[in-house]
């Protein structure tokens, strides 16, 4: 037996080197809530996720505070029961930071694990994919000066790196403008490549979110992404039974329960479910196994760094989410070791557990706080 001797949580900030817009919202710079698992055979795991444009320490509090007490002592191996344990502690929030805390113990748990048994994450899940998993490049940010040429330059820059599937941002704009964008990337990409809509929450109502669909449904897209609030499923619905446009959402959601209304509502017929988020490798695994029996993918949102084992063992999740660059998520500044990918797909590391280490260097220059 493997007793868990140290939880570490750590706080940094990493700012955007160009403020980088959302449908309604701007971001200018990233926290990231960390955390290291050691147990009694010396060897540790490590845990992340996004703590927000600010209050990141939210994150790193609800792990010292809170859960740190629940694992220190504990089998490094009962993660099941841990999770239990820990969302049994969590009066103070079932989502948002103190699940995401949870999130990211059960991540650094896992890897820790995985570590120990000598297996890449993916393999100790138990693989689905042996050597690579498809990926879809994502950007297509809003930008000062940025036109509809100069973003359909970028996403053509995504094929040409043999990626065949893009997204791109998209309800910022009148429908005018955004028409002007998706047909301009359309043309540049050509009628084969899968081209993914990001709205990120834009519409409150309906009828604008219907619009933009039937404006948007001569590109054929492939999924129109978080139209509306998370918490508003019902208006997902009834966008899903107006568009042969599928309706893509979960990146915030939290808890088996959530994603399981979702499906009994037939509100989406994806589900981006992200593991630092969601509830962490345990959660993930739960829901995909019931989007399964509902004939539901999952395509997770974020961290390509982590979410390409969770594909890699998942039969149901048939693309990464993939950051060509630094420039939005920025969390790949942090770490030592970059996937490899070729003719559009990520290849499965092969170092034991996740696959690299927090550069302790980096993390001096970002951190808010240290170690503890």
């Known amino acids: 037996m493997t007793r868990i001797t140290e939880v570490q949580a750590r706080t940094v900030n990493v700012a ?20 290291k698992v050691t147990g009694d055979d010396g060897i540790s ?33 009962r993660v099941e029961g841990l999770w ?62 940025k036109t509809p040429a ?40 050509g009628p084969d490549v899968l081209l993914m809509m990001d709205a990120n929450n834009a519409w409150q109502d309906l ?16 999924w129109i992404e978080e139209p509306f609030s998370p918490d508003d499923i019902d208006n997902h619905r009834r966008l899903a039974e107006r568009t042969p446009i599928p309706v893509a959402t979960g990146e915030i959601e939290a808890g088996r329960w959530r994603f399981k209304e979702l499906l009994d509502k037939e509100a989406a017929m994806i589900l981006q479910t ?29 961290f390509h760094d982590l979410h390409v084992h969770l594909v890699g063992s998942t039969p149901n999740a048939p693309f990464v989410e993939f950051f060509a660059d630094d420039q939005v998520l920025n969390f790949r500044r942090l770490i030592d070791t970059q996937l490899t990918f070729g003719d559009g797909r990520l290849h499965l590391p092969r170092a034991p557990g996740l696959g690299f280490d927090f550069d302790e260097a980096a993390l001096s220059r970002y951190a808010v706080e240290p170690w503890s």
């Open 274 to 302: 992200d593991a630092a988020v969601c509830g962490g490798i345990t959660e993930f695994r739960r829901i995909a196994a019931t989007a399964a029996s509902y004939g539901v993918e999952i395509c997770p949102h974020w």
């Open 84 to 145: 239990q344990e820990m969302y049994e502690s969590l009066l103070h929030g079932r989502a948002g930071s103190v699940m995401r805390a949870l999130s990211i113990l059960d991540v650094a748990l896992w890897d820790r694990n995985a570590r120990a048994a000598g297996l890449p994450l993916y393999q100790f899940l138990g693989a689905s994919d042996e050597q690579s998993v498809a990926a879809y490049a994502s950007g297509g940010y809003y930008l000062d000066g």
């Open 207 to 222: 009828p604008s979110a219907l619009a933009f669909a039937r404006m948007a449904e001569p590109y054929s897209p492939y």
């Open 16 to 35: 955007l080197d160009n403020p980088t817009s959302f449908s309604n919202r701007q971001v200018l710079k990233r926290d990231y809530a960390l955390v």
């Open 150 to 189: 100069k973003l359909a330059e970028e996403m053509t820059g995504y094929v040409e790196m043999g990626f065949r599937a893009v997204k791109m941002k998209v309800g910022r704009e009148d429908l005018a403008g955004e028409e002007a964008r998706l047909a301009a990337v359309r043309e540049a990409i």
């Open 45 to 77: 795991g490590i845990g992340f996720c996004y703590g927000g444009n600010n209050a990141g320490h939210l994150v790193t509090q609800a792990v010292r505070d809170l859960l740190k007490p629940v694992v220190m002592g504990q089998d490094a191996h």
